[in-house]
């Protein structure tokens, strides 16, 4: 595809393009295929526009088309948010408060819903938002992270050592879903000696976008957590803290559809890092553990229980965990394969038809 004749503009989560939600999607592709873009005005006229999923919605919405090809990442689960909950009746108005939004956008949702109407194209990251999502735009890509950055080891010790050291990295305002297995874990903790590792930001906010209510990492972590650690994330060591660990854990509160409606990103970054990893049951790390041919999705107290102990207790367990979970998601979903996905994307528009992402479809599916 030859994109140098186009004028091409990327509306941002940030404008310094180092947020995870820039650095490892649209921008990663770009680079990796040596397109140029520019920071998108809304005033200016593009040949393609990008929108993150944190592009001002209020402000996009009203953007005049005419020739203008755009694709639109719809990245969270915010349609599948139940009418009338608190989050989806004061987001749009909090948005506005904080100058997120330009504009007041009542319902964040009828947002979404129009630009999904205005756009050729939709990322999409999970088969549940691609069919949320196709009443509204046909042309949906599923697409998800591409982590190559952060892959700069790989687990090959998996000895173990009296005391097991468990790890989870992410956004510092998710430390608190360690409320799900709490009890599991200090159940475990009778027969095991237990360290948590936390890669993360040391503070944060704790609502819209990380700016309300700042909080310190460490002391939420250890209203969850006894013998916590927590590490500055930074993509140089992010790989190499991760791998030192025996086993990785994503828990997930499967009763807010929201969070429970996010894509198997997290799983896949461990996997590629050869780390065996428990999770919650959420539909796409079910999928990703039924195509893998693992089963450590947990929806009970006691899954997560047995899982915990059936793995920190055989050193063979974990690396058959590890090592099946770097294959798969080296296979399924390494740099090459991700930048294809895009490659189909652009190609649906370029040609002027719509072309659904086969392969994308074909692993995610159940």
């Known amino acids: 595809m030859d994109f140098s004749s186009m004028r091409i503009g990327y509306v941002p989560y940030d404008n310094t393009l180092r947020l995870p939600g820039d650095r490892y999607r649209f921008c990663y592709y770009a680079k990796m295929r040596n397109i140029a873009f520019e920071i998108a005005d809304p005033s200016e006229r593009y040949d393609l526009l990008v929108l993150s999923a944190g592009a001002d919605l209020s402000t996009w919405r009203r953007y005049p088309k ?5 694709v639109f990442q719809y990245i969270n ?4 948010e139940a009418f009338g909950s608190p989050k ?21 949702c009828s947002g979404i ?3 999904c109407q205005l756009a050729d194209a939709v990322v999409c990251t999970t088969l549940e938002q691609q069919r949320d999502v196709s009443e509204f735009c046909t042309n949906t890509h599923l697409i998800l992270d591409s982590y190559e950055p952060l892959v700069r080891s790989s687990k090959l010790d998996y000895s173990g050592s009296e005391i097991a050291n468990l790890v989870w990295q992410g956004f510092p305002e998710n430390i608190r879903f360690f409320a799900e297995i709490r009890d599991v874990l200090k159940r475990v903790q009778k027969s095991r000696k237990l360290a948590f590792h936390i890669v993360t930001n040391l503070e944060y906010g704790q609502y819209l976008g990380r700016r309300v209510r700042k909080r310190r990492a460490l002391e939420v972590a250890r209203g969850f957590l006894d013998n916590v650690y927590l590490y500055e994330w930074n993509e140089d060591t992010c790989s190499s803290i991760i791998t030192a660990c025996d086993l ?6 499967l009763g807010d559809g929201f ?8 799983l896949l970054l461990f996997w590629r890092l050869g780390m065996p990893t428990v999770v919650s049951a959420t539909p796409a790390y079910s999928r990703a553990m039924r195509k893998c041919g693992l089963a450590m999705d947990c929806r009970t107290a006691t899954e997560w229980e047995k899982a915990l102990l059936a793995l920190l207790g055989n050193e063979e367990a974990r ?15 390494g740099e090459e394969r991700i930048l294809e996905q895009w490659d189909v994307l652009f190609s649906s528009l370029l040609a002027g038809g719509e072309q659904e992402n086969a392969d994308a479809t074909l692993i995610t599916r159940a």
């Open 66 to 70: 005419k020739d203008t090809k755009i």
């Open 77 to 80: 689960s915010y349609l599948s």
């Open 88 to 108: 989806r009746v004061f987001r749009g108005l909090a948005k506005f408060l904080v100058r997120q939004n330009r504009y007041l956008l009542v319902d964040h």
């Open 113 to 115: 819903r129009e630009m």
């Open 248 to 253: 990785a854990l994503i828990p997930i509160p």
């Open 259 to 266: 969070e429970a409606g996010k894509p198997e990103n997290k």
């Open 319 to 333: 690396r058959q965990a590890g090592q099946k979970g770097k294959s798969f998601a080296e296979k399924y979903f």
